[in-house]
């Protein structure tokens, strides 16, 4: 008898104990997927440092051709362009709000999103530029791809919450007027390869078809169907 005893009384103590544990398990949080790693906009801003250190302080000549030229632009011009800038007060604003920007869309979209972003909105600001603007004018800079990264982080998490909106209201504001601070400073830009008085013109409308094209490309990839839901 005793020995049953001792049995049960086992029995029920390790019920009781694998009981308390499951109850001490649901009290957990819930674990979450694995959070993803923000690399791509490091790339991206590196990317941006290395080519003005090889553009204004290595002075190597071979950077000036990643320059779009209106006048007989080649195709990679319309990215590549992107990537350079005229001085270091044009780099640094762009710097600061892609780090932003670029960080908020690369959590929503991930690293090819980030990249596709960037890529599409630089080289549609370059294309608007192009048709609007005379012949004889050179565009660089990331700012077309910045309001673009500006329009999708806002677009992606867009609500009609009144907080949100006065938020991005706020938000926006600032960064066109520090963004159009660094094309002001841009125009002093001086010798053979000089944007001269077009540049600050090929901003404003730079800005403006950046931020336009980045709204059309979330309108564009909300209008594909998800595989995932069917």
Known sequence: MV???????????????????????LGKP???GPKKRVNGIFWILLLNI?????????KIRGIKALYFYHARPAWYEFITSAFC??????????LFFLYIFGKLVEEEEGNFG???SYIVTGAGANLVSWLVLPRNSVSIGASGAVFGLFAISVLVKMSWDWRKMLEVLILGQF?????????QASVGMSGPFAIGTYFQNI???????????GAALILLISRI??????
Request: aromatic fraction near 6%; avoid cysteine.
């Open 203 to 213: 901003n404003h409308i730079a800005h403006l078809s950046g931020a336009l094209v």
């Open 3 to 25: 020995p049953s005893l001792s049995r049960r009384s086992m029995h029920l103590r390790s019920a009781g104990n694998s009981d308390m544990m499951s109850q001490l398990e």
């Open 175 to 183: 960064v066109i007027e520090k963004v159009m601070e660094a094309a």
């Open 30 to 32: 819930e674990e979450k």
């Open 50 to 58: 290395g080519i003005y250190v090889a553009d204004h302080l290595f």
């Open 114 to 116: 980030l990249w596709l």
């Open 225 to 230: 169907p998800n595989k995932s839901s069917d």
């Open 85 to 94: 800038h005229a001085n270091w007060n044009h780099l640094s604003s762009n």
